[in-house]
């Protein structure tokens, strides 16, 4: 049986290790950087970090939970789920912690993997599982280093940090400004968000559990909500009914959230809806109504001591910076080098954008299989469906490959080039073609880190395996 090494040990790795675990692969090895098992759910520990997908969802088809809280979870509760799933499945012993790989080479006949600390160890299969969320951006601002007080990313949150006599700026109003704002408002003396490009933001139909109801929600909620995120997704197309539904219903919630006519339009888009991030809250917008929180839109030209100055000329004193300025999402396996068949780099190969056959496998690297890879991410609905299908899928490549006694499985250009015209093309119709986000690649253009549309169009194509889309040897 192959050796099969997991770089990360998020849910995608453990996607990934669970799967071969229960079909007889045991020879299984997971490296991960960090003191602990979680990948996003263990580093963004940020007041009021939770997920927007319903718990039942956001969560393996074959591990329900009867101890969700609440329906959105919490990451404290997320985490745990997590590392409990990680520990009964086998992968929490087989997961080396501490361990930065810093590149991984293809030998000819296996992958030879170089960890930080100068070891090397080797795998017959690569499965780089880290993510598109995990390297943090912090913009380059005229005068950062000169600020003085804490400032730090979101999702390097101090431990026990206290704002309760801080004026506190966020920079920064997508995805995570929406969840840490209204947790700072009235825990800090005053609260500034700076904000460039405003979002369309859903109510968020959040419910405590009953602890009678915990152990049936997954039952009864999981098929509804994976229904309810295939017609989200519907959104994502400019043309849609679905559009103009979102349209309406995030118009509603702010006008009806927002009382003071001059704070509604600042925050009103004014691009198409799914251009960019669609955003869940309930609280956000009141949080901004208060006296004690104060938006800023104009534009940050530098910092300076113990404060913000934007292009208006107003300088704005603050005690504690806070970037909630997301991932870089284009850099896939940033940090890691990647060498594969004749020396051929992988971030060389993907100068103008990754790509790979149904996001995981690419051609001229034998043996590699990626988790959560390009055009794989998604607009709505939950990401563990699509990180199950993927799972499943490599499992059923090396099914085949030790079924045949071989040793290698590589995506053919041929199949690569196919796949990536069909999504490509499906993209271009999409709502993200509108504006720029962190879903195009900077240089290129394309869009490489979306899926076109909702779960079930991708677990459908990677249902089965289609031999002939790949050269085995």
Request: proline share 6%.
């Amino acid at each position: 049986m192959p050796r099969i090494g997991i770089i990360g040990s998020g849910f995608g790795a453990i996607a990934v290790a669970a799967e071969f675990l229960r079909h007889g692969y045991r020879d299984i090895r997971l490296w991960e950087r960090a003191d602990a098992i979680g990948g996003v759910w263990r580093d963004n520990v940020y007041p009021g970090a939770a997920c927007d997908v319903p718990s039942p969802f956001y969560s393996f088809s074959w591990a329900p939970s009867g101890s969700w809280q609440r329906r959105y979870a919490e990451q404290p509760d997320i985490l745990r789920y997590l590392q409990a799933v990680a520990e009964r499945e086998g992968v929490t012993a087989r997961t080396r912690l501490g361990a930065t790989v810093v590149s991984a080479e293809w030998s000819g006949a296996a992958w030879t993997v170089t960890l930080e600390n100068g070891e090397i160890d080797e795998v017959d299969v690569l499965v780089p599982a880290v993510g598109q969320l995990s390297n943090p951006v912090i913009p380059a601002i005229p005068g950062a280093d000169a600020f003085g007080g804490p400032a730090f990313h979101t999702a390097r949150w101090p431990e026990g940090l206290d704002v309760s006599t801080e004026r506190v700026a966020v920079i920064g109003a997508a995805a995570t400004a929406v969840q840490v704002v209204p947790r700072l408002a009235g825990a800090a003396r005053h609260v500034m968000l700076f904000q460039r490009t405003p979002s369309y933001i859903w109510p968020k139909p959040d419910a405590v559990y009953p602890r009678w109801y915990r152990r049936f929600a997954s039952r009864f909620e999981r098929p509804f909500f994976r229904r309810l995120g295939e017609l989200f997704s519907r959104q994502l197309d400019p043309g849609a009914p679905a559009a103009r539904i979102g349209r309406a219903v995030t118009r509603a919630h702010l006008r009806l959230r927002v009382g003071d006519a001059q704070l509604r339009r600042a925050l009103t888009p004014d691009y198409p809806i799914g251009c960019r991030r669609i955003l869940f809250s309930n609280d956000f917008y009141p949080a901004l109504c208060r006296d004690d929180v104060h938006l800023v839109t104009a534009g940050i030209e530098r910092i300076e001591a113990g404060a913000i100055v934007t292009r208006d000329g107003v300088r704005h004193a603050a005690d504690v910076l806070v970037y909630a300025t997301g991932f870089d999402t284009q850099a896939f396996l940033r940090g890691i080098r990647i060498t594969g068949r004749d020396g051929a780099d992988l971030h060389e190969r993907w100068s103008e954008g990754a790509r790979a056959h149904l996001g995981i496998y690419v051609p001229g690297f034998p043996n590699l299989l990626l988790s959560y890879g390009p055009n794989t991410n998604l607009g709505g609905s939950s990401i563990i469906r699509m990180l199950e299908a993927q799972a499943r899928h490599m499992r059923l490549a090396v099914d085949r490959m030790v079924a045949r006694g071989g040793r290698t499985l590589e995506a053919t250009a041929v199949a690569e080039q196919a796949w990536d015209d069909d999504v490509q093309s499906h993209l271009a119709q999409s709502a993200w073609t509108s504006c720029d986000s962190w879903y195009r690649h900077p240089v290129s253009g394309r869009i490489t880190s979306n899926w076109p549309g909702g779960t079930d169009g991708y677990v459908a194509r990677v249902r089965s395996l289609d031999v002939a889309d790949f050269t085995w040897r």
